[in-house]
């Protein structure tokens, strides 16, 4: 969600996929923590293979496959950026869009509000979705996806270091 919207509730997206990637795939930290340096739009692209130039990651996209924070981030940010859009009227939007270009200043982390019970229910399907979609066995996405949704249900709003507002939080 973006910082025009943003409420002292809200979560970052990244803050989230660390921690349900430390809950479930500790072993992945060292990707999650080398894509907070990137934008969320530029991680996301490099998760799934959307890239504007050329981006290495360093390894295969046939290894990524069976990670489980490539299906966590994209649809996270995906769950976000839906309902950024929905906060904010086609007029507002337009405009923010075309006065960050014109001051070129770089997107606002992707956020998550505080959700509904019906909201809950529908990023648990996008995560079930995108895993089904990476090749992930149908029993660890159903564990990828409960987590997601435990973590959202019980998340904390963001306090981010002000000094370093992108920087991996520190187990």
Known sequence: MGSEARSSSDIRVRHLVRAVVADLAPDELPL???LFHLDDAAAVRRLTGRRQRREPLGF???????????????????AG????????????????AVLRRLLR???????????????LVEVRRLVLETAAQ???PA?????????????????????????????????
């Open 32 to 34: 999650v923590d080398g």
């Open 60 to 78: 295969g996209m046939g290894e990524i496959a069976v990670l489980v924070t490539p299906v966590v981030w994209p649809t996270l940010d995906q």
């Open 81 to 96: 950026r839906r309902l950024a859009d929905a906060a904010l009227d086609r007029t507002a939007k337009g405009a923010t």
């Open 105 to 119: 200043r770089d997107q606002a982390p992707v956020t998550v509000p505080p959700l509904t019970r019906e909201q």
């Open 134 to 136: 990476r090749g992930l």
């Open 139 to 171: 029993g660890r996405a159903a564990e990828v996806a409960d987590t997601v949704v435990a973590r959202l249900a019980l998340a904390e709003p963001d306090t981010p270091d002000p000094g370093r507002p992108d920087r991996a939080p520190q187990d």
